[in-house]
């Protein structure tokens, strides 16, 4: 990404980030000192992605913090109560993508410590710029890993947007396009478009735009004709959540492009930091599934594209069965199959 844009940053006197809403036709940024923009901003997806939502989470909890602190109240008990509440607010925006959930238990448990209310803040603000720090340097490591899976001269496809407007560095599965490209791997990617939001038109072509990467846009509908032309090589796509036995949630369309890629035996990688698996869980089936309003596939913008009132279905994302998946790309290395056995205590 070029270093002119911010896609999120804590300054003393709030937070600034980019409203991914607008683009690619705006580059707009929101400062903030309040948390409740913060909230608003990770359910309207100006701030999305899994790795995303979790840093945003922990930067708007220092928000609130700042803001307590203001009030000049020192009890600590008063302020452990209210941060508490806060993070059940930011708990209950998106229920899919474990890295929100994964971040706010490390800032509980910070809070836990009976200290100042000031100190407390000073604690969150560090721990808050050391998880972005750390997810940065998982990305790169991802990259790193993933690169070697890519052959040269490949077509490779990719779903939603995994870069570093969903993480907090280069991205999760677009590290691994970054990195195949600037190793001069001569790939050519090809973006499904994500309806219904359109992560992959919006948000992957501009990226891979910013950094020269060859790419093709394509609908979603059109990625198992491409296989069967012999155009692509590799899919790999990131994810919001993984269970224990590998079953992969992630943006929805994800399942399909595997079942296609398993079909014409193409890999199937899913590139995501340990911090996206949620050991807790057996298997999908226990993956809560966010549903969206059923006006984001009715309506495009202010047009209506489908009649008035009419019934919809609209899960944000959809579990791949990990029987699908040839590997997990994370920033310790490559997991494969088993993945019962792989995916054991992935936690640092
Ligand atoms: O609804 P979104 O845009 O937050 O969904 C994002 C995705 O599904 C990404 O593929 C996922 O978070 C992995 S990104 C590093």
Known sequence: MNDTITVISLTPSGLRFLDQTRLPR??????????????????????????????AAA??????????????????????????????AFAATRPTAVNLFWTLGRMRKLLGRRQSPETLTTVLEEEARALHADDARRCTAIGRHGVTLIPPHAGVITHCNTGALATGGDGTAFAVLLAAHRQGRDIHVFADETRPLLQGARLTMWELLR???????????????????????????????????GD????????????????????????????????TLQSGDAIPIEERAGEEI?????????????DTYTPAFDVTPSELITGFITERGLLTPPFTETLHDPHP
């Open 59 to 88: 930067y708007g909890l220092t928000l609130a913090a700042r803001e307590w602190i203001n009030t000049e109240q020192s009890d600590y008990d008063l302020f452990y109560d209210s941060m508490c509440s806060v993070c059940d």
């Open 26 to 55: 705006e580059t707009i940024m929101i400062d903030t000192a309040d948390y409740r923009i913060v909230i608003e901003a990770i359910r309207s997806l100006r701030l999305r992605g899994a790795p995303l939502i979790g840093i």
């Open 211 to 245: 950094h020269g990467i060859p790419a093709t846009l394509i609908t979603d509908g059109t990625a198992a004709m491409l296989m069967r032309q012999g155009r692509v090589q590799v899919a790999i796509t990131g994810a919001d959540r993984i269970a224990a036995n």
């Open 298 to 310: 009715t309506r495009i913008g202010d047009t209506w594209i489908a009649p008035e009132g009419i």
């Open 248 to 279: 992969t949630a992630n943006k929805i369309g994800t399942y399909a492009l595997a079942v296609n890629a398993q079909h014409h035996g193409i890999p199937f990688y899913i590139a995501a930091p340990l911090s996206t698996m949620d050991m």
